[in-house]
Structure formats: structure tokens, C-alpha cells
């Protein structure tokens, strides 16, 4: 098992007021794709958040592993280092720092705590280089500011661009198709699908169906209120394409209501 | 997260004990005047520099007209009034190798020999005050002015086989009268303001830089200013020449040891710059900031001008300031040649409780007189940074341009960053532009680099830098690195 993460509770940090995991259970075998589906609300982001260290959440209850370590005792740059990426709903902009300077720094303290030598800047080059052919992106990305005057696909773009280089073993993508229009989500899918392997997972956090038709998950979830309230396949994405999210929220509520 | 709490670490980050190395004291024998400003105070100052007639009238003029002004609180920062019978305007190592006299016995003595406990001081501060040091910084030659005087300028020699005269203010007195009487108060005359009138009567010491015409000088100029005696205040009077078609990149860097009172730095600079002619003049500050409360820190009130006097000259000031705990300084350009240009690039950083109120003023006079500002200031801690520029356009600066941008960076949520442009145009063919910036380091930011790996040291180290790159590039590369390094030292906090 890569993730495994169990009765999950997390609140916004100092605020008791604002549950939002209310027991959030999901286990990620290496090399599986898993979707993350709901409504506006329920604690997707919040999810990413967590798995990835953002102080602004606190939790509350429950277990998070990680290839057998306690995830949620480690620094956000330790998770990282150990292999857990997050391509951000909002990529950040940071003026006057090189594309090329923040992924050779990023990249090298992953290879540290892999025990690898440092990649100089003729290595390195050599390196993004590949990864730039892989994913069919602009030659000029390495010499931008990171994601400074990029467009909202292009930020997104080069988060997958990162992913690519950083090689992780979990890939949570954060509602990473939010504003892009279809040719852009088309290179991000296919960003991920290149970077589908037996050894690396995916978490796809999205609200709407359309980019899962391109990466295809093996596993989708209903999140709504905190809580996974329905799994299935693939097929899940096409019933809720049909209904929406409304019929699975009332079944889940009728349940609710019944067992009380 | 609530307001308060959210910057809360970052802020931990950066209060932990910062590593003022400089901050050190030389323990030597010195002569100390008594606290206390009067007219026998300037006269004795005078005296001890055995300075001649016309340069006492300089001093004492500018003293009776000191008098009648009043200390300038207009600046966005906060200060008791001071008390200048306080401080002490006079002190030097004493030299007994060579007498009370040793700075005016003129070129062709034999250099005497520097107090050791001094040259530990500057070697301790990397400082290459002996000409034949194999150090990396040999290409360099450095005047090193320790409190009130001057204790060694290297290379002299080398530079006066090429006509550059480059000593300490009070040998130019002696040795060059007619150059400095000539220029003294030319650029900023005695009654332009407090400081530069306390500075005109009580001018300790300085550097003087005469580069004759179309001579290019082959290596870099600097000045190091050291505070070491409490209560001393440091008023260095520094002229730089650029004669017709020359060149010449001078550079200064300053510190002071760690004490509790506030020490008073009141400095005057004039630039002056012919036809044709350039100079590049950088300054990486360091004087001490204080204690947490940036108590004991350096008052740094300084007036640095300088005037394109002939056709296409250029003057180009790089300054990055991270130390004292206030500072007033607004180096500018007085643009009288046709096409002549000015440059201001800034980078000053402010933490703790640190106050800097600092930017430029252009003057254009001249035709087609051009102007470049590029101002990054960086807030974290509890300290206000203000940049405050004045661009002004004659009427007979036909087609004349200025371009501005103004960045500020904030770093946590108790600090302060302020903009104040003021444009005065006065002829319709001006065209100015003015671009202005702020953006805060957030938590945003930090998480994302974190998110890659790179831990928050570096993160934070990696984004100031990113934001003053514009800056650093046009510092002279050693500088650059200085001033990278010191950026690093004042946010350092410590990892884990």
C-alpha cells in the first residue's frame, strides 16, 4: 500500500467551527489511478491540503501512511522529498527567480534524500531538456520566471512539467483542470498519462468529469461533507455525468437518516 | 488562521538572533574628544587636522548656520530629538609612531605604520588595507577610515603614475587646496540641510577621487568606514572628480560594533562628473541595526549628490542598505549636460524594528537628459521602509525621460512599506513613466517551494533574491555577492 488514510478529520487551523474531513478513509496502491469527485464544498482541496502539509489545516483525528510512514508527522518539504507531489489548483508566481534555478534546487534536494549526487547546471539542463520533449513544451519554459506572466494553462502546464521532473511516487493533482480550456486539459491529461507507471499513483481531484474521459482512473470517489460516501469504477464517472451529484448525495442521506 | 497568527513563523524565523559579524570592538588607544559641540569644538577639530585658514571659514560658517536650523522630522521615521552635546566629534586611534601630525605630512613621507589592533580590525573585516595582499581583492584599492581619519589607502602610488588622486579627505586638504576649494559645497552646499550643515562644521574624515581627464581608472576605488568608539559620531566628507571622457566604479561598505546607544553617521558625498565621463558609485551598508528594539543601532543621515556637469556624462548610484537602525539617504543627480544620464538602483531591507526612509531625486536640467529608477524594498519584522523620489523636469529639459519602478516586498504582517514619487515636470516634451509594486511573501509562496522540496530557509533566501536580482546585477560582482550574502545573514533564522 503507497497511501493509506484512515477516519481522516481536519479543520481549518484554530477554528473548531470549521470541520471539514469528517472520517475520511481511502487507500492508493502503488501505480493506481484514483478520481476524487464532488460537489463545491465538500473537501476536496482540503484533502490535497492535508496530504501535502498546508499548515492552514489541522487534523483533528485519524492516520495518514505513506509507504509505512506516519505521513502527517512530516514537514511539507520532507512529504516532498519522500515523494509526494501536488500540482496546485493556483500555481504560484515567483518574480525573478529562474524556472531553471527553482527546479534544479527542487530536484536536487530530492535527489539527496535519495542518496543521489547533485545535478549540475550541465546535467540538469541536459535532464529538463528531456522532460521538455516528453511533454511537447515550450523551449523558452526553463528561462521564465516560475509561472510569472504565464497564462492560467500555462501555470498548470508547467506544475506537470515539475511533476515530470521531480518523478514522485504520489501525484495528487488539485482540481488541475479548473479554467482550462479543453486544449489545455488535453495536454495536461496527456502529461499524466506519459507519467502513468506501476510505481507511481495519481489522486485526481476534479469537480467535473471531462478531464477523467482523458486519463481514464481505475478508481472514483464521491466526496461530499468530509466523507467518502460512494467508490466504484470508472462507470461512476458516466452515472454521475447523467444525474449529477444530487441522486447519490439523497441515497447517502436516506442511509443516514434510516441508521439513526 | 487568524491575522495575527498567520505570518507568526516566519516572523519567529526572522526575530532569532540575527549574526551581526562586524559587530565586534577594537580595543586600541585613542584620542577622544569630549562630548560636547561648540565653536572651540569645530576650531579644535580644525586644529588636530592642522587644517588651513580657508577651510575653518568653510567649517565655521556652516556651524553658525547649523545653529538656526531645526532637526528635520519629515522622514517616515520615528526618532527621539538628539542630544548632540552627547556625542563625541573627534576620534582617532592614537598614533604614536608618527605624532599627532601623521595626516599632513604630506605624499612623500614614509606611510606610517598602522595601529595593529586596527589592521586586526580590517583584516577581521576582509578589508585588504595593505597594497600587497594576495588576497582575491587585490584588484581593488581601499581607503580605510577608522572613526575620525583615514588609516591607510593603498595603491596610491600605482593610481598616481596614471594622474587619479585618490586619498583621504584631510590629505586633499593639504596636498590638492585649490581642487577641493574649488569643489567643496559645489554639489551640496553647507546650508542645503541639518546633516549637511553638521557635516560641513564638524567633517571628521573622507575619501577624495580626482580621475584626470580620459583616464579610464583599471581598478575598482572603495572606501570602508568603520565605527569602533561609542558615543562618536562619524561625519566623513567624500568628493569624487570624473574629469572629462574618464571612468572610475567606486564602491564603499561600512559597519560599526554591536553597542546599546544609538551612533550618529552624518556623511556628505559630491560627485562630480564632465563631459563624457562616468561613474559608477556603490555602496553595500552595514552599520549596525541595534538590538531587537534597534536600540544602539547607527542613525544614518546622509546626503550623497552628485552633477552631470558635462554633455553625456553619466552617474549610476547601486546602493543596497540592510544595516543602521534609521536611515535618510537619498543619493541623487543633478542632470546639466545635454543627454547626460543618472541611474538609481536600490535594494534596501528593513527588519526588526528598523526605519528606512531612502529613494532619489533626478534633476533634469540638461537636454535629453535620461533617468533610470529601480527601487526594491524589502520589509520584514516590525520595520517601515519608505521610498521616497523626487523626479524633476525644467523647462529647459527638452525631451527629457525618466523611467521608475518601485518594488516592495513585505515579509509577515507587522511590517510596513510606503511609496512616495513626487514628479514635478515642467516641460510638455518629458516623458515619464512610473511602475510600482507590492507583493508579500506569503504563506503561498513558502508552500509552494516547499511543496518542490526546498526547505523554508531556502525558499525565503531563493524569493528576496529572485527580487532584487535587477539590483545585484548592477553591483560590481564581488559586491554582489557581499550583498547576497548579507541579505541571506539579515533574514537568517535557523532551520528546523
Partial sequence: MLLKVENLHAQVAEDESKQILKGLNLEVKPGEVHAIMGPNGAGKSTLSSVLAGREDYEVTEGHATFDGEDLLELDPEDRARKGVFLAFQYPVEIPGVSNKLFMQTAVNAIREEKGLPALDMFDFDEYAQSKIELLNMRKDLLDRSVNVGFSGGEKKRNDIFQMALLEPKLCILDETDSGLDIDAMKVVANGVNSLRSEDRSFIVVTHYQRLLNYIKPDHVHVLYDGKIIKSGGFELVHELEEKGYDDIIQAHNAIQTNSK | MSEATQYQEINDL???????????????TVETFEKGLNETVVRAISAKKNEPQWMLDFRLKAFEHWKTMKEPHWAKAEYEPLDYQDYSYYSAPDCSACGDHCQTDGADAAEPEMDPEVAKAFAALGVPVYGDETSEKTNIAVDAIFDSVSVSTTKREDLAKLGIIFCSFSEAVQDYPELVQKYLGSVVPYHDNYFAALNSAVASDGTFVYIPEGVRSPIDLS???????????QFERTILIAEKDSYVSYLEGCSAPVRDTYQLHAAV??????????VKYSTVQNWYPGDEDCEGGILNFVTKRGVCEGANSKLSWTQAETGSAITWKYPSCVLKGDNSIGEFYSVALTNRRQQADTGTKMIHIGKNTRSTIISKGLSAGKSDNTYRGLVKILPTAEGARNFTQCDSMLIGNQCGAHTFPYIEVENPTAKMEHEATTSRIGEDQLFYCQQRGISEQDAISMIVNGFCKEVFSELPLEFAQEAEELLAVSLEGSVG
Fill in chain 2, 269 to 278: 558625498v559630491e560627485v562630480i562628473v564632465h563631459e563624457n565621463a562616468e
Fill in chain 2, 223 to 233: 572606501t570602508y568606514f568603520r565605527i569602533n568608539e561609542a558615543k562618536t559620531g
Fill in chain 2, 14 to 28: 526572522l526575530s532569532k538572533n540575527k549574526g551581526y559579524k562586524e559587530g565586534f570592538y577594537t580595543q586600541t
